[in-house]
């Protein structure tokens, strides 16, 4: 009895320290030893691995996808040079310097396919890495589907931003029934400089941009009150196309100029006078833009820029008072069908562009 219990004992004893080992790897077994990727943000993002086998290893290649809005699932490749050997450490930099950037919050997953000289194959598991501006600590708010990110400013700053938000969410629905559909992430930065070195070739006018298919937006705003009033109308302009941009998302045809900016600028609110003068001038000189021309990216001349954001804002606004939100509604959801821009119209309200030029040139009159 007592050598039963002793062997039962030892069982037990070499069970346990059994299962702290774990399995050992067989000799010359084509391995990954090691993989990391590290941002260095905006420009670069640094994969590593290492791996070793028993035969020569002659191709290493990086997978990646990008997570964000896409008509079809993309997987990016990569080659990796190195010298061929039975252990190698190689790395590759993906300078985003000539691809373009990705911004605060986009995330991607990469895997590695590795082959040795046997003919011997292996691919990681898919790892995931979220991209970060960590020159900045951030704090952040988080209401409904909006998480607001800020590092310069008190909570009061960050909370009138975010009511503006809100509220421009609930006119955007009010006027289009166009709603947000997914959570989305607002940065803001304290300066145009600070914003604009977080982007990659930046246009120097930049204020504000929205990364429609990451469901992000980042703007600079200072926190003073001439900025944040500045500020607040931007987040509206921009929040507005990343909504509408994602509603509409098709492979076929984007929106008119006219559309897009206009339902930006009605969702703002009223024309400040700077817009309403340059209306005026135009249509005392008979000088208004047709509606057709405003259906292609407008003017980089100020004035001629001015009058077509005023005039789109006049175009939205007649279509809405006139036809109502749903109607405004169903036109988007025929450009999300990949409709042009003529049939659009014609489908909705019976008219064309022309059609509209003319129509709301009467109510001028």
């Known amino acids: 009895m007592?050598?039963?219990?002793?062997?039962?004992?030892?069982?037990?004893?070499?069970?346990a320290s059994l299962a702290g080992i774990a399995p050992a790897r067989a000799a010359g077994e084509l391995t990954v030893l090691s993989s990391s990727a590290e941002m260095d943000f905006?420009?670069?993002?640094?994969?590593?691995i290492a791996a070793e086998s028993g035969a020569a290893i002659t191709d290493i290649r990086l997978n990646y996808t990008v997570e964000r809005m896409e008509h079809a699932y993309i997987v990016g490749e990569f080659f990796i040079h190195f010298t061929p050997s039975t252990s190698v450490e190689a790395e590759y930099v993906w300078d985003m310097r000539m691809t373009g950037g990705l911004?605060?919050?986009?995330?991607?997953?990469?895997?590695?396919?590795?082959t040795?000289?046997?003919g011997a194959s292996l691919a990681t598991s898919p790892a995931s890495i979220v991209v970060k501006d960590d020159r900045y600590d951030w704090n952040s708010l988080t209401e409904g589907q909006v998480t607001l990110y800020w590092y310069e400013g008190n909570d009061a700053f960050a909370a009138e931003l975010m009511e503006t938000t809100q509220t421009g969410l609930e006119k955007l629905e009010a006027d289009t029934g166009a709603r947000l559909e997914n959570a989305i992430r607002l940065y803001i930065y304290a300066n145009y400089d600070?914003?604009?070195?977080?982007?990659?070739?930046?246009?120097?006018?930049?204020?504000?941009?929205?990364?429609?298919?990451?469901?992000?937006?980042?703007?600079?705003?200072?926190?003073?009150?001439?900025a944040v009033e500045w500020g607040k109308g931007a987040i509206v302009h921009e929040l507005t196309h990343l909504v509408i941009h994602r509603l509409v998302f098709n492979p076929y045809t984007g929106?008119?100029?006219?559309?897009?900016?206009?339902?930006?600028?009605?969702?703002?609110?009223?024309?400040?006078?700077?817009?309403?003068?340059?209306?005026?001038t135009a249509r005392e000189n008979d000088q208004l833009i047709s509606v057709r021309s405003l259906a292609s990216p407008f003017s980089s001349y100020a004035d001629q820029s001015t009058l077509a954001y005023a005039q789109s804002y006049e175009l939205v606004k007649y279509l809405i008072d006139t036809y109502g939100s749903d109607s405004m509604f169903a036109l988007l959801n025929t450009f999300r069908q990949g409709s042009g821009y003529d049939a659009a119209l014609l489908a909705v309200y019976g008219f064309d562009m022309d059609g509209l030029d003319a129509a709301w040139r009467a109510t001028l009159e």
């Open 255 to 280: 929106l008119p100029t006219w559309l897009d900016e206009g339902l930006a600028m009605v969702t703002m609110g009223e024309l400040s006078y700077g817009y309403v003068e340059a209306l005026e």
């Open 42 to 48: 905006p420009t670069t993002l640094t994969f590593e």
């Open 194 to 226: 600070d914003l604009r070195s977080s982007m990659i070739y930046p246009q120097e006018w930049t204020g504000g941009v929205a990364f429609t298919q990451y469901g992000a937006i980042a703007i600079g705003i200072e926190p003073n009150i001439f």
């Open 116 to 118: 040795d000289a046997s």
């Open 103 to 114: 911004p605060p919050g986009a995330s991607l997953r990469y895997w590695w396919r590795v």
């Open 2 to 15: 007592i050598k039963r219990i002793l062997s039962v004992i030892l069982l037990v004893v070499l069970l």
